[in-house]
């Protein structure tokens, strides 16, 4: 099996490149700092690891970065877009527009990029899952730019699933995972002044918030159900399942 994942070098993205590793596939990387599994382990999994830093920010980076590391690659069974930037939690007339800006190049422009040379290049793919939230959906007060970023993300699943006829495409919220995304909603934002952030602060440590490797596990196992009874270009959240 050939995977490409985004955002590889920490939480959601790092489990899943140890899940897939675990299961015989070559996992193709793309992230800022680096996949740690490249560096830390020297096992039978390292030649299954390929992988690039690249600042999935500045786009102009991305199209070398995927040559690279998809140079020997013929086909994709799946793609994983999992990385993305959270921003602050605050108020939306309190947050910058060159911040928006760059949330939105790392968490919506830089998958159309590679969306595009998927296209353009005319690498069979089969299965995509973008990695979303229910923050795109719930527009809860504070999640500004990440939850207007999801929404499009959403958006942009839905339009390229009729230009990529040949692949099913879905965008896919994981439910809570404790990642160190988890670590500043839980420390460093006022629940009072931002109450949907409860939830989370209660749900960390319980089972209600698996780690990452659990909710990679979970995702995996759905790939074969994602694919075969939810349409493609749609919107999927694990706990309405």
């Not at 990387?29 to 600042?55: F, I, Y």
């Not at 979303?132 to 504070?142: D, E, F, K, L």
């Amino acid at each position: 099996m050939n995977v490409l994942i985004t955002g590889n070098s920490s939480g959601l993205g790092l489990g899943l490149t140890e899940v897939f590793l675990e299961q015989g596939a070559i996992v193709r990387g793309l992230s800022r700092r680096g996949c740690p599994l490249k560096t830390e382990r020297r096992d039978s999994h390292d030649e299954a690891l390929r992988d690039q830093r690249v600042d999935l920010g500045d786009l102009n980076k991305i199209v070398p970065a995927l040559e690279a590391v998809m140079s020997d690659a013929h086909r994709l069974d799946v793609v994983i877009l999992n990385a993305g930037v959270l921003g602050k939690i605050q108020a939306m007339h309190q947050t910058d527009v060159h911040d928006l800006e760059h949330l939105y190049r790392v968490n919506v422009w830089a998958n159309k990029v590679i969306l595009d040379w998927l296209i353009e290049s005319a690498m069979p793919v089969d299965q995509i899952v973008a990695i979303s939230s229910g923050a795109g959906i719930n527009m809860h007060y504070g999640w500004g730019g990440y939850a207007m970023s999801k929404a499009s993300i959403n958006h942009l699943i839905h339009l390229y699933a009729e230009e990529m006829p040949q692949t099913h495409l879905l965008a896919y919220a994981p439910g809570l995972v404790d990642t160190p995304m988890q670590d500043y909603l839980c420390h460093d934002v006022d629940t009072g002044e931002f109450p949907s952030v409860q939830k989370l602060v209660d749900a960390k440590g319980t089972e209600h918030m698996p780690d990452s490797h659990e909710a990679a596990r979970q995702l995996l196992a759905l790939l074969p159900d994602l694919k075969a009874n939810h349409p493609s270009g749609g919107f999927v959240d694990v706990r309405h399942l």
